[in-house]
């Protein structure tokens, strides 16, 4: 069974300060990796997916398939960045389903 | 456009009875999703539509719990005999097709309270 774990429940840095979201995952296939975010009072979107290979609001992840990790990484965090922000696999399931596995979550807080 | 909309926006129930929670996907995707989200366990898929098929069920915590879709469309969770343990976001999403590597669109939730 597919897992992503995220370590970190609560990252807080300052402003200007470089951020990096830690997710590692195990899973036996080749996985789709995801990265989403929930700000406050608004619902999970997706920040951005491995095959796209993009950075959105400055921030990149790389598939590391040696360390199974797929970290999320800014150089300089805003403020605006401060949210909830989940790691997710997507692997099929039984009958060919392809819902996400999601971890736990890391909540990130930027300080002025 | 108009997004993924979930019905109702919190619901709160006593023990044992039940409760239908709505989901209205986006148009033109035929592919749905439910997941929970609480504080304990995180964020977990529950079931999947392809159209109105569901083939794989085996997220779903218990047998008091329950979905279907029907046109295509519309998808309702239901849970029997609520359990305090319930208590929960109930998340629903959608995409076009339903395949690896493709955005899932998620509606706002309906939070769940079981008195």
């Known amino acids: 069974a597919q897992r992503v774990t995220q370590p970190e429940k609560l990252l807080s840095v300052f402003k200007g300060a470089p951020v990096e979201l830690k997710c590692n995952y195990s899973y036996s296939g080749s996985p789709e990796l995801f990265w989403y975010v929930q700000y406050s009072r608004q619902r999970l979107q997706l920040l951005l997916r491995?095959?796209s290979r993009e950075s959105i609001k400055g921030f990149t992840a790389d598939l590391n398939k040696g360390e199974t990790s797929f970290h999320l990484k800014k150089p300089f965090a805003q403020e605006e960045d401060s949210a909830m922000y989940y790691c997710?696999?997507?692997?099929?399931?039984?009958?060919?389903?392809?819902?996400?596995?999601f971890g736990k979550g890391t909540h990130l807080i930027i300080q002025p | 456009g108009a997004g993924v909309s979930q019905s109702p926006s919190n619901k709160v129930t006593e023990k044992g009875k039940d409760v239908e929670l709505r989901c209205d996907p986006i148009s033109g995707h035929t592919a749905l999703y439910w997941y929970r989200q609480s504080l304990g366990q995180g964020l977990e898929f529950l079931i999947y539509?392809?159209?109105?098929?569901?083939?794989?069920k085996s997220g779903l915590p218990s047998d008091r719990f329950s979905a279907e879709r029907t046109g295509g469309s519309v998808s309702t969770l239901t849970i029997q005999r609520t359990q305090q343990e319930d208590s929960a976001v109930y998340l629903c999403?959608?995409?076009?097709?339903?395949?690896?590597?493709?955005?899932?669109?998620f509606g706002p939730g309906t939070r769940l309270l079981v008195l």
């Open positions: 997710a696999l997507s692997a099929p399931r039984g009958g060919g389903a392809d819902g996400l596995t």
């Open positions: 491995h095959i």
């Open positions: 539509f392809q159209g109105n098929s569901a083939p794989d």
């Open positions: 999403a959608s995409n076009k097709r339903g395949k690896g590597g493709e955005t899932q669109y």
